[in-house]
């Protein structure tokens, strides 16, 4: 049984862990970036969005395939070289806050898209989150149960999936609604492809703490990993409705998503209009 990150108790120090959202780190203390050195295109676009949106970011090079590959010698982990080489990876991070006492961080892969309006997104969403908590997570991949709206336009895209020109009119403006609702922060249930989160101090550095002990007893990957204490109550957890951040790649076939209004696509650095694509990539038939 893989060892407990515990919750914070009621009687535990809670950092308030966001300030201003409309500063250069989006209401954080501090903005971590990871990036791979095999895909500095994704690191360029990034650089591009945080000039345009005066972001500013601490770049952390991810692990190595060949430093994973020690270290799974070395500690005896589970996981597969390149989850190992992402652990590692956001446990060097946690390691960090913990040293510098950093109060609260967001940590964003370097492959995404993000809305030019982000600020404002961020400080609706902080404005409306309780505390304490202990994590936040702003880019997801998939759909969440609890997440607000989800199963009503999930049950509406199935009725409406015909040529009938009514239906399609109707599922038209359905998903303009669906695509511009108002931010919303929801407690998270399952939080699945997670390209952006945000973390407290205490999280921190009880993961800084026992990330890679259960390493060596749990073969799951980091997304897992964060999912599965969000799930089980091990920790406080929201998530942002609808993300800000959204991963992005170039590679044909990719299922990227949806963004009202792209940061890259307004540079020109990406072809393909996010306005036009499924929120969420399991979304991908249904909402053609």
């Known amino acids: 049984m893989p060892p407990q990150i515990y919750r914070s108790q009621p009687n535990e120090p809670q950092p308030r862990i966001y300030s201003d959202a409309m500063n250069s780190t989006l209401g954080f203390q501090r903005v971590y970036v990871v990036y791979s050195a095999s895909d500095p295109s994704s690191l360029e ?127 038209v403006w359905a998903k303009r609604e669906f695509a511009s609702r108002k931010t919303r922060v929801y407690l998270s249930s399952f939080p699945s492809g997670i390209s952006a989160y945000a973390i407290g101090r205490q999280m921190a550095r009880r993961l800084h703490h026992r990330l890679r002990v259960r390493m060596t007893v749990d073969k799951h990957d980091l997304d897992f990993i964060l999912a599965d204490v969000a799930m089980v109550g091990l920790s406080i957890a929201y998530s942002m409705s609808p993300s800000p951040i959204a991963a992005y790649t170039t590679r044909h076939g990719s299922d990227n998503q949806l963004l009202t209004h792209s940061a890259l696509h307004v540079m020109s650095l990406r072809q393909d209009d996010p306005a036009m694509l499924s929120p969420y990539k399991d979304w991908a038939s249904m909402w053609a």
């Open 45 to 171: 676009n990034f650089k591009s969005i945080a000039v345009l949106l005066d972001i500013d970011a601490r770049y952390i090079e991810q692990t190595s395939i060949e430093r994973a590959n020690t270290l799974q010698r070395q500690h005896a982990y589970l996981a597969n070289p390149v989850e190992i080489a992402e652990l590692d990876t956001h446990a060097r991070i946690y390691a960090h806050m913990a040293r510098h006492d950093i109060q609260s961080a967001l940590i964003i892969q370097s492959s995404v898209d993000m809305e030019l309006d982000i600020k404002l997104r961020m400080a609706s969403a902080l404005g409306d989150i309780p505390d304490p908590y202990d994590m936040l997570f702003v880019g997801r991949h998939y759909a969440e149960p609890t997440e607000p709206h989800v199963q009503e336009m999930m049950t509406f895209l199935r009725q409406t999936n015909s040529s009938d020109p009514s239906a399609q009119m109707q599922r």
